[in-house]
Every structure is written in structure tokens, then in C-alpha cells.
């Protein structure tokens, strides 16, 4: 393919995956966050790892914060200045899940080796801030999903996948798992930073409260997340995994 026509092809995709997030987002409710009135989870994010996975780390996310973007411009009156803080959220998401599946490089690095960088980075970023010491627990999933991003990266992309298929399905369920937790990590450091440091809204101990409080809603609430998205990408690998569309080199 041409470098133009490539060119042609993105476009159209970042036009028409930013419009559909868009309706997406006007069809589905948010979910009102534990401890914090008016802010709410949006459903939508679940669907940043199908982003990730068909469009890869560049169009992927683009697609998702355009869709924000526009879907915060026609209907302004669904978001809170919170919203305003979190649009990297989902595309984060997307970037995270593309990274952790893909198996080819960037500048001569692995590309898990980016997804794990990330985690890193905002873990190193929540144990900066007060709340986020005095909360270590809170980051037990994400513990757990850098130790999982790592296996892959070190043995699973060491095994040749053709005709491996639980093997393959392992990966998938990592980089769902990867994406949505990537999604509510950052959420959960900006609620930090927005309601502690920002607006002194609260006190560092009510918001670490609040945070210890909200462990189990955490994981009924991604690991349902996980699992819609999981579903969904397992039956898009077993359609067009291997084929031109998806832009991520799975195997």
C-alpha cells in the first residue's frame, strides 16, 4: 500500500472510530464513583481495548480522545469539570492494550517494555502524593497486572502462537486486563490530584478512606469490564485476528 493511500485509510478510520465512540458514549450511562458525588465511570471505557487491539497505539487512542472530545462538545451538560481531567483516560486504555499485545518493536524495544513503563510511571507517581502512600493497598491490581504484562512480555512472546489458541486467549485477557486497569489507575491518581491538591476538596485522610472503601466496588466493577471486553475481543480474534484489519501483530 501507498504511503498516501495508508494515509487516506487512517484518516478514515480516526474519522469514523472517533464518530462511533461519540455515539457510544451518548448511548451508554456512566456510573456514579464511590465517595465522590457527581463524577461518574464511564461504561464506555470497556470498549478502549477493542480500540487498542483493531487500530493499534497510534489510531487506537486518537480515536477514543477525539470521540471524547466531540462527544463532551454536543453534549456538554453529561460532564463535570472532573470529565475535563480524564479524557486520557480511555485512550490510555487503548495505548496500553495495543502495547501489551503487540509483539513487534519500537525503536528497538519491545513494546510490552512501553506498557510496563507506564504502570511504573504511575505508581512512582502515586506513591509521590500523601493519599497515595497511605493507600499502597489500593494498588494491589495493578501490582498484579504488571507482574502479568511482565510474563508475557518475558515467556508468552517467546512462543510461536500458530495453532496455540488457549495461549493466544491468555495474551488477549492480559492486555484486556492491562488497558482497563491502565484506564482506572489514572482515574484513580487524577481523583488524587484534582480533590486533594487542586480543589482541597477533602482531607488526605477521608480520600484515603474513601480509596480503602472502594477496593472491593474496584474489582466487581473492572473485573466485569475485563470480562465484556475480553468476550468481545476473543470472538474478534477468532473473525479477523489474523487478517490486514487489525492493526496490532498479535502472533
Same mark, same amino acid.
Given at each position: 500500500m501507498t504511503l498516501r493511500k495508508r494515509l487516506s485509510l487512517n484518516t478514515a478510520l480516526l474519522a469514523s472510530f472517533s464518530a462511533l465512540y461519540a455515539v457510544i458514549l451518548k448511548l451508554l450511562p456512566g456510573i456514579p464513583a464511590y465517595g465522590f458525588p457527581g463524577v461518574k465511570i464511564q461504561i464506555a471505557a470497556t470498549i478502549s481495548p $477493542?480500540?487498542? !487491539? $483493531?487500530?493499534?497505539?497510534v489510531i487506537g487512542p486518537s480515536s477514543i480522545l477525539l470521540g471524547t472530545l466531540l462527544a463532551m462538545f454536543l453534549m456538554p451538560s453529561k460532564y463535570t469539570l472532573f470529565s475535563f481531567f480524564t479524557i486520557f483516560c480511555a485512550p490510555l486504555g487503548a495505548l496500553v492494550t495495543a502495547l501489551t499485545l503487540d509483539k513487534g518493536t519500537l525503536w528497538k524495544l519491545s513494546k510490552w517494555i512501553y506498557s510496563l513503563v507506564i504502570y511504573l510511571a504511575l505508581l512512582c507517581a502515586w506513591i509521590l502524593t500523601d493519599v497515595g502512600r497511605a493507600t499502597i493497598i489500593y494498588t494491589a491490581p495493578y501490582l498484579a497486572v504488571i507482574i502479568l504484562i511482565s510474563l508475557k512480555g518475558i515467556f508468552l512472546d517467546k512462543i510461536a502462537f500458530r495453532r496455540k489458541l488457549?495461549? $493466544? +486467549? +491468555?495474551? +488477549? !485477557?492480559?492486555?484486556?486486563?492491562?488497558g482497563i486497569f491502565a484506564d482506572h489507575f489514572l482515574g484513580s491518581l487524577e481523583g488524587i490530584i484534582v480533590f486533594r491538591y487542586l480543589l482541597e476538596a477533602i482531607e488526605p485522610g477521608a480520600l484515603a478512606a474513601i480509596y480503602l472503601a472502594a477496593i472491593p466496588i474496584v474489582l466487581i466493577e473492572r473485573g466485569l469490564m475485563i470480562l465484556m471486553a475480553f468476550v468481545i475481543l476473543m470472538n474478534l480474534y477468532l473473525i479477523i485476528g489474523r487478517s490486514s484489519y487489525v492493526k496490532i501483530k498479535l502472533e
Open positions: $477493542i480500540y487498542g !487491539f $483493531i487500530l493499534g497505539e488457549p495461549l $493466544i +486467549l +491468555l495474551s +488477549l !485477557f492480559i492486555g484486556t486486563a492491562a
